[in-house]
């Protein structure tokens, strides 16, 4: 993940919505005890209440995307540059971390510890479940000099039009084909639009909102009326969800992605807006920019990180239950994470890879 160029105070904001972002991915693994406790929920308002948070949950990963696109849009590099700077950097970081992973597993639960296994992870597993991610950044990456020029020829018609289009094609009308005919019939797959893909939509989203978007023109009643609009589309995808899980007696994530625009673009806006009221300065604005850089490289330790805290949660158990205890469970997940992160970026050689 980049980090902020300029000035640092001005893009703070950023840094605080990469801690929520990684704290949001950090539960997105929980399973059963968390993001996945609606399944499993004895009662009806704790699977309903469950359910939201884990639909709000998927904005995690669009504002990783958002707050890249926001830096590294306008940025001007040569492709031997980025290819040195970004790409390569990337894929050292990614083959050390799936090496570190291909021990991890071997000493946890035996996995097979070989060149072949690490060469396997790396081009076409993963070294874990989320590590979908890293690929998907990669990808972005490998993009950034067509997205570039794209970014900035986007007017502000031409952005709210992409936008239209995302909450139309990748929202409501796959909501609207489970409602009305119980997911049996869907759009034609060959009809897609490239430009409404994750890794390139968020951060054509994310320049937008930090580089063409006037801030002082977004009032609190603006974005009061978006985080409404934003509970409303998340009850629609909950509704959705809940009627795929009657009609098929599973419990699947169809529409958990579906609606997620309008509350990432949501909690962007009110980050950046309280920022812009009431700037950080001193120790505050030191450590919040710390902890934000330290916050992407958290995610390569996720599956450790949670085999660590997950004492803190069998802890509040008793006391919380489940739910409530996966989220202090994520929070010392995290907590540990930033602390680790910083730590080794005190090392050389470690601190290039993070």
């Not at 904005?59 to 849009?73: C, E, Y």
């Not at 909102?209 to 023109?217: G, Q, T």
């Not at 509350?263 to 920019?289: I, Q």
């Amino acid at each position: 993940m980049p980090k902020p160029a300029g000035s640092k105070r001005d893009l703070l904001h950023l840094e605080l919505l990469r801690l929520l972002a990684i704290y949001l991915v950090l539960f997105n693994h929980s399973g059963d005890a968390g993001f996945s406790y609606y399944t499993i929920a004895q009662t009806q308002a704790g699977k309903l209440l469950s359910l939201f948070f884990s639909l709000f949950d998927k904005i995690a990963v669009p504002l990783f995307f958002m707050i890249s696109g926001a830096l590294l849009l306008e940025k001007e590099e040569s492709l031997v540059q980025l290819f040195r700077r970004r790409v390569l950097k990337f894929v050292l970081s990614l083959t050390v971390f799936t090496g570190f992973y291909l021990l991890f597993f071997h000493f946890a639960d035996g996995s097979p510890l070989t060149l072949s296994d690490l060469w396997l992870n790396f081009y076409s597993r993963g070294a874990s479940s989320s590590s979908w991610f890293f690929y998907a950044y990669l990808s972005f990456l490998v993009f950034l000099p067509l997205l570039r020029p794209l970014a900035r020829s986007l007017q502000t018609r031409h952005f709210l039009y992409l936008a239209a289009l995302q909450l139309l094609f990748s929202g409501f009308i796959p909501l609207a084909e489970q409602f009305l005919t119980g997911g049996e019939y869907r759009l034609n797959p060959n009809f897609y639009l490239p430009l409404l893909f994750l890794t390139v939509f968020f951060p054509l989203m994310g320049h937008f909102l930090e580089r063409v978007l006037d801030i002082e023109a977004i009032r609190g009643r603006h974005l009061l009326a978006m985080a409404l609009l934003s509970v409303g589309v998340l009850v629609l995808s909950e509704a959705a969800t809940l009627s795929e899980m009657a009609l098929t007696g599973e419990a699947r994530q169809t529409y958990f992605p579906c609606m997620t625009t309008l509350p990432a673009a949501t909690v962007y806006l009110a980050c950046k807006k309280l920022f812009a009221k009431r700037p950080l300065s001193g120790l505050p604005a030191r450590l919040l920019a710390r902890a934000g850089c330290a916050a992407f490289g958290v995610y390569f330790f996720d599956p450790l990180l949670r085999s660590l805290t997950r004492p803190v949660y069998q802890a509040f158990v008793p006391y919380l239950g489940v739910w409530p205890s996966a989220l202090v469970w994520t929070a010392a997940a995290l907590l540990l994470g930033l602390l680790a992160v910083s730590l080794f970026k005190k090392i050389p050689g470690v601190r290039y890879l993070l």
